[in-house]
């Protein structure tokens, strides 16, 4: 079966903000079986418009990891993201 992903790429507005955010979301993405791949770190755009921050997370399928966006707690704490930073979450189905 192919594995879920949920991919996240973000410019934080509020730094402070957004450390709540990830304080809080961790722990609700991990209880819904997130792998963290990729979480900030060095990025260089090659193409194209970018945001700062780029996050993927594993899930065991492509429906592990829509059911866990769609979480209530982790679109509770989402509501922290929409203030604190611009961003662009997709879902994706990997190979």
């Keep these: 079966m192919p594995k879920g992903y949920i991919i996240g790429h973000i410019t ?27 979480r900030g770190g060095q990025a260089t ?4 418009e970018a945001y700062n921050r ?9 429906a592990d990891a829509l059911a866990a966006y769609n979480d209530p707690d982790y679109q509770e704490v989402a509501k922290i993201r929409h203030r604190s930073a611009n961003s662009t979450i ?3 189905e990997g190979t």
Aim: glycine fraction near 4%.
């Design 12 to 38: 934080v507005n509020d730094p402070e903000a957004y450390k709540e955010y990830i304080e809080k979301d961790t722990p609700i993405l991990l209880r819904l079986g997130a792998v963290p791949i990729v």
């Design 45 to 48: 755009l090659m193409e194209g």
């Design 54 to 62: 780029h996050v993927v997370f594993e899930f065991p399928s492509y």
């Design 90 to 92: 997709i879902v994706v």
